[in-house]
T-cell receptor, first 113, second 111 residues
Framework: DGGITQSPKYLFRKEGQNVTLSCEQN?????MYWYRQDPGQGLRLIYY???????QKGDIAEGYSVSREKKESFPLTVTSAQKNPTAFYLC????????????FGPGTRLTVL | GQNIDQPTEMTATEGAIVQINCTYQ??????LFWYQQHAGEAPTFLSY????GLEEKGRFSSFLSRSKGYSYLLLKELQMKDSASYLC????????????FGPGTSLSVIP
């Protein structure tokens, strides 16, 4: 089955620790995205990538880092510099052009204690 | 930059029709999407508009006016399971085709 996976579904970390969220897709999509969603809010773009070995900052990139070494994978690291990391993190992928809607993973709910 | 606006909350009756509006400002418009998101779940794709006019897909229709920076999602024959958040998103071709979401509209369908 083709799809996009994120792991883990729930993640707990202590304040001051870096944590890496996994995102993998087997849809052969070139574009991948990371969004953050806070309760009752819309999705805010953290980072996105249109091609391997290249990525761009979104609107709220501070305190986050990404890599895109493989087409299938786009891991997100939440660093200790992120002041308020507790949130629901969603990864998505799409074809690059035209009506390429985004396919979303199930999300990771990160809680920093 | 980009700016997308939607009403925060709406309530409608089962069996009725509801229209959810979205206004946007972007320098490089390259398509508008509507997604549905149930609480605690990932968004799922509903519709895509890039040209002016109405796109119909079953009980859901989406309209776009590029000159007015305006779109709406029309839901007919509302069902209880339509209670969800509805997200408007815009693709911006001046920024590597990034996709930016609006704040979402929380729709409650009541009996």
């Amino acid at each position: 089955d083709g799809g996009i996976t994120q792991s883990p579904k729930y993640l707990f970390r202590k304040e001051g620790q870096n944590v890496t969220l996994s995102c993998e897709q087997n849809l052969n999509h070139d574009a991948m995205y990371w969004y953050r969603q806070d309760p009752g809010q819309g999705l805010r773009l953290i980072y996105y990538s249109q091609i391997v070995n290249d990525f761009q900052k979104g609107d709220i990139a501070e305190g986050y880092s990404v890599s895109r070494e493989k087409k299938e994978s786009f891991p997100l690291t939440v660093t200790s510099a992120q002041k308020n990391p507790t949130a629901f993190y969603l990864c998505a992928s799409s074809i690059v052009s035209g009506s390429g809607e985004q396919f979303f993973g199930p999300g990771t709910r990160l809680t920093v204690l | 930059g980009q700016n997308i606006d939607q009403p925060t909350e709406m309530t409608a009756t089962e069996g009725a029709i509801v229209q959810i509006n979205c206004t946007y400002q972007t320098s490089g418009f390259n398509g508008l999407f509507w997604y549905q998101q149930h609480a605690g779940e990932a968004p799922t794709f509903l519709s895509y508009n890039v040209l002016d006019g109405l796109e119909e897909k079953g009980r859901f229709s989406s309209f776009l006016s590029r000159s007015k920076g305006y779109s709406y999602l029309l839901l007919k024959e509302l069902q209880m399971k339509d209670s969800a958040s509805y997200l408007c998103a815009v693709r911006d071709k001046t920024s590597y085709d990034k996709v930016i979401f609006g704040p979402g509209t929380s729709l409650s369908v009541i009996p």
